[in-house]
């Protein structure tokens, strides 16, 4: 079946950088669109950024623009989310998600997620 796993969250300082890294494994994913969505306490989960199966397109939340870039290596079915200028609003849990096709804004149209992983931003 299909798992995605995370890693390199933690603690950061305002103004820090961290990078978080999805492994896809369980099926091909070659046309399947990748991405990360995050949840704060209390609030909704958002779309931070996703990106095609090709890589030729991709999204950002607005919040977060100019400081995260997403990437991915389609030959290692993994997808990389490089967060710089980490601001305390950016404290969240990250979860990795995919789904066949293109990219979605919606949460309910990604039928796989990862476990999450913490990112917590101090000020």
């Known amino acids: 079946q299909v798992q995605l796993v995370e890693s390199g969250g933690g603690l950061v300082q305002r103004g820090g950088s961290l990078r978080l890294s999805c492994k896809a494994s369980?099926?091909?994913?070659?046309?399947?669109?990748m991405g990360w969505f995050r949840q704060a306490p209390g609030k909704e989960r958002e779309l931070v950024a996703a990106?095609?199966?090709?890589?030729?397109?991709?999204y950002y939340a607005d919040s977060i623009k100019g400081r995260f870039t997403i990437s991915r290596d389609r030959a290692s079915n993994t997808v990389s989310l490089q967060m710089n200028r980490l601001e305390p609003e950016d404290t969240a849990v990250y979860y990795c998600?995919?789904?066949?096709?293109?990219?979605?804004?919606?949460?309910?149209?990604?039928?796989?997620w990862g476990q999450g992983t913490q990112v917590t931003v101090s000020s």
């Open positions: 369980g099926r091909s994913f070659s046309t399947y669109a």
């Open positions: 990106i095609s199966w090709s890589g030729a397109t991709t």
């Open positions: 998600v995919t789904k066949p096709g293109p990219v979605s804004y919606y949460s309910n149209e990604y039928p796989y």
